[in-house]
């Protein structure tokens, strides 16, 4: 079965900073990869699909990138409202496995 | 408004069954395949079932396969999952989304504690 590696495991970043994360696939998935945004007590929200296609009203300072068995998420000056956790996700083809999240901190 | 609402979740001991639903609206529920995915208390996320559209295709994880079944009712715009053999393992949070193919809309979940 597929495992999505995402890395690091947590961030602490300043408010506009730049902030990467990574998510590696065990086997090539091409660009079905989707990213969510989860804050505390609330329902993941897709972010990115396919790879790098941004979901309706998020803000362009979130990019996805990558193709195959890896990928990167990438947040251009960070805001206090970013605080989350990220998980990456297979999408398309089953099973449908979610990386473990990045936890990203506001200093 | 696409607005997706779970519920059927409780306290329920090890080895009993619990059947959660989840009603859709705001978009054409026969359209779409939808999933459910869990998150027990304090951890990440595992996608658990996927059916779709018209029912012809059911994916299920490893950790439930044999014990859990996905189906929906088209006309009653739900989705349904029966969980039967429940284990402590299974306690979590249960989201239901929309597949497109990403998961772009998720209901507010409904948690599931197996506990004697």
């Known amino acids: 079965n597929i495992v999505m590696t995402q890395s690091p495991k947590s961030m602490s970043i300043s408010v506009g900073d730049r902030v990467t994360m990574n998510c590696k696939a065990s086997?090539?998935?091409?660009?079905?990869i989707a990213w969510y945004q989860q804050k505390p007590g609330q329902s993941p929200k897709l972010l990115i699909y396919y790879a790098s296609n941004r979901y309706n009203g998020v803000p362009d300072r979130f990019t996805g990138s990558g193709y195959g068995t890896d990928f990167t998420l990438t947040i251009n000056s960070v805001q206090a409202e970013d605080a989350a956790f990220y998980y990456c996700?297979?999408?398309?083809?089953?099973?449908?496995?979610f990386g473990a999240g990045t936890k990203l901190e506001l200093k | 408004e696409v607005q997706l609402v779970e519920s059927g979740g409780g306290l329920v001991q090890p080895g009993r069954s619990l059947k959660l639903s989840c009603v859709a609206s705001?978009?054409?529920?026969?359209?779409?395949?939808m999933n459910w995915i869990r998150q027990a208390p304090g951890k990440g996320l595992e996608w658990v079932a996927y059916?779709?559209?018209?029912?012809?295709?059911?994916y299920y994880a490893e950790t439930v396969k044999g014990r859990f079944t996905i189906s929906r009712d088209n006309a009653k715009n739900t989705l349904y999952l029966q969980m039967t053999s429940l284990r402590s393992e299974d306690t979590a949070l249960y989201y239901c989304a929309r597949s497109d193919p990403a998961f772009d809309y998720w209901g507010q979940g409904v948690m599931v504690t197996v506990s004697s």
């Open positions: 705001g978009f054409t529920f026969s359209n779409y395949g």
């Open positions: 086997q090539n998935v091409y660009n079905n």
């Open positions: 059916i779709s559209s018209g029912s012809s295709y059911i």
């Open positions: 996700q297979r999408i398309y083809n089953s099973p449908y496995t």
